[in-house]
């Protein structure tokens, strides 16, 4: 008989008590792998659920991310479809107050060549003259300035220089002939203004 067959006192085992052991063995073995298989699939889910929210998390980060990049898209074409729409208004009358502006030239032609001292075409002249200021008048009201830029310094955006002249107490590339007037529409050049430009004088090489 084995020791396995002996109780804490070396005696011999009764079959009652046999019996007991072994069911008490038979319950460790089983009970043990349960508890453990039971924590290891506990953990096993917590991982899955631990997995499931980094990359929920990750999902909202970037659909958040996709969201702000949509809203300033979206913000960006509301603002350059603005932009091209007050382009468009500004800039609508661009072409047509082009082709009045040799009007204006004629008029202002017209009222150079009336003689102011022969009272025949005083009349003519004061016509003409409230005829170039009506319309002058509804040009400015839509945005139409004159570039008129006599004793201003030379500026090549707004200006066309047809010539230059040496002129005696003038500074050098000082408008001092205004040939035809400039335009601009909102800010923007229609026609530059025809100017004659000063120019320094030449140095002279004194020898001693």
Do not use: C
């Not at 082009?98 to 005083?122: C, H, T, Y």
């Not at 026609?191 to 030449?202: E, L, T």
Request: charged share 30%; no cysteine; aromatic share 2%.
């Amino acid at each position: 008989m084995t020791n396995e067959s002996k109780n804490e006192n070396g005696a011999d085992l009764t079959p009652e008590e046999i019996v007991e052991d072994a069911i008490e063995q038979t319950e460790e073995q089983v009970e043990g792998p349960h508890e453990s298989d039971a924590i290891s699939a506990e953990q096993e889910k917590i991982n899955e659920l631990e997995l499931a929210l980094v990359v929920a998390k990750s999902t909202v980060n970037d659909q958040k991310d996709s969201v702000i990049r949509a809203k300033a898209e979206v913000d960006n074409i509301r603002r350059r479809s603005a932009q091209d729409v007050d382009k468009a208004r500004k800039f609508a009358l661009d072409k047509f107050a082009a082709e009045l502006l040799p009007v204006v030239d004629n008029l202002e032609r017209a009222i150079a060549s009336v003689d102011k001292e022969d009272e025949g075409q005083k009349g003519l002249a004061e016509g003409v003259e409230l005829t170039l200021q009506s319309l002058m008048a509804a040009l400015d009201k839509f945005g139409v300035k004159v570039v008129d830029p006599l004793d201003q310094p030379f500026n090549p955006e707004l200006h066309q220089a047809m010539s230059m002249q040496e002129v005696e107490g003038v500074a050098a590339n000082t408008v001092i002939a205004v040939m035809q007037r400039g335009y601009e529409l909102n800010g923007r050049l229609v026609r530059p203004a025809m100017v004659m430009v000063s120019k320094a004088a030449p140095i002279v090489d004194v020898k001693a």
